[in-house]
């Protein structure tokens, strides 16, 4: 008897998603099933979906060390045979499903609350390059009777694969979690309904990839979240911006895609955890994957590493969330950047939207140290670094983040660190004085 390794549930609706044990959030927790019994392994085996802020991982290796099986259970395993056996035939690959494009078609529209928070967001930004009709037509948004927006997935030879229904609240532009509807796909809808067959081949593609065949030249943005690609494509128009959709959606599969071309990944901010490293490692080993099968040239950009605090990471912020701070906290100083196609340089006096992030840390840090009495003496702000004059360390550091020309990751690092070091200093005395 041949054994089957056991396989993470395929999703086929809210049903086939359970309450994680660890965050307690409901259908967000994906089953290890048995391969041979196709039944669970175990209530406790499995993977939350909320990778960044929850990050349970239970796996069936990890199960069975945990639990040895006794005698009698592994007299029923079936062993797995070394006698010579003929070459399996490969099965050939069954086609991905596809939805009609006229479903597609009569869903495009902008009465989604999404669209209105994003109406709402830029509405005091003076000078865009595009409407947000216009971005809405681009990135073939949908939306449905109650409002709920359709990110569809429509890959580079323009077939629509399948579409994410979810739920946006129209004021603060977050997720609306745990509501009835508040996230669905267009392919299961319409099995529901008898519209597609049953047996449909679900093979996803990046949100955004029928952009890419129009624009062969144009280097490549990916993030994790539709709503982060949508947002940044406004701000920063020299990149085409797609989605991978969650951080276990950056695939070789749907990579194919994106053979021989120029590609920045943009992952989410995440903290590091005993059962799985942070979404800029996972992103940066897969990467490398991709780089290697397709030829692509591909980073992965560290500028949320380089200026997160712990509680952003915590959070699990993502690019989109530093965007929107700046264009609540400042409007009228946005600017954005030139796209590829304009021949006009930017002039030196405005300043690039993440370089505005970058300003708005070092804002942050200069208030903090304005508000607290500097020491008069140096500092060891790690084993093998001094600063002599903390004061004046802290007035040029800032002048260079803000000038842009200097390390600014090397700057930013230093002042977190002589943070720290004052925090920790200040917590000493007033454990001495009490």
């Avoid at 049953?198 to 949100?207: A, S």
Wanted: hydrophobic share 35%; glycine share 6%; aromatic share 8%.
């Amino acid at each position: 008897m041949r054994y089957k390794q056991p396989y993470l549930q395929r999703y086929t609706g809210k049903d086939s998603r359970k309450t994680c044990p660890k965050c307690e959030k409901s259908n967000s927790f994906t089953l290890y099933l048995d391969g041979d019994t196709n039944q669970p392994i175990n209530r406790m085996v499995g993977m939350c979906n909320h990778a960044n802020s929850c990050g349970y991982h239970y796996t069936p290796k990890q199960y069975f060390i945990d639990n040895p099986p006794t005698q009698a259970s592994r007299e029923m395993v079936p062993v797995r045979p070394t006698a010579h056996r003929p070459p399996m035939m490969q099965a050939t690959p069954k086609a991905a499903g596809l939805i009609p494009a006229e479903y597609m078609s009569r869903s495009l529209g902008t009465k989604s609350d999404f669209v209105q928070f994003l109406r709402d967001l830029f509405e005091n930004i003076n000078g865009l390059n595009q409407s947000i009709d216009e971005v809405c037509e681009r990135y073939k948004l949908g939306s449905t009777k109650s409002g709920n927006v359709i990110f569809w997935q429509i890959d580079i030879d323009e077939k629509v694969r399948t579409g994410k229904i979810m739920q946006y609240d129209p004021a603060t532009g977050k997720r609306v979690h745990n509501a009835s509807g508040a996230i669905d796909w267009v392919h299961n809808k319409l099995k529901r309904a008898g519209s597609v067959p049953q047996d449909f081949n679900l093979r996803q593609c990046y949100f955004g990839e029928h952009l890419l065949s129009s624009q062969p030249d144009s280097t490549i943005a990916i993030v994790e979240s539709e709503k982060t690609a949508v947002i940044a494509s406004v701000m920063m128009p020299q990149y085409i911006w797609i989605a991978a959709g969650n951080i276990n959606g950056l695939t070789l599969d749907k990579s194919s895609a994106l053979k021989g071309r120029s590609v920045i990944l943009f992952p989410d901010l995440s903290k590091e955890l005993p059962t799985r490293p942070t979404a800029f490692v996972q992103w940066s080993r897969r990467a490398a994957e991709i780089r290697r099968v397709y030829g692509c040239k591909i980073v992965v950009s560290d500028i949320l590493e380089r200026i997160a605090t712990d509680e952003e990471k915590e959070n699990g912020l993502d690019i989109a969330d530093y965007l929107i701070r700046q264009i609540a906290t400042s409007p009228q100083t946005i600017q954005q950047a030139p796209t590829q196609a304009s021949q006009t340089p930017t002039p030196a006096s405005q300043v690039s939207p993440m370089q505005e992030v970058i300003n708005n840390k070092a804002d942050e840090l200069e208030r903090w140290f304005t508000s607290v009495k500097m020491p008069d003496h140096p500092m060891d702000i790690t084993d093998k670094y001094t600063i002599c004059e903390p004061d004046r360390y802290v007035r040029g550091a800032i002048r260079a983040i803000r000038s842009g020309k200097y390390d600014t990751a090397a700057h930013l690092e230093r002042l977190g660190q002589l943070r720290e070091a004052i925090k920790k200093r200040k917590l000493h005395n007033v454990s001495l004085t009490s």
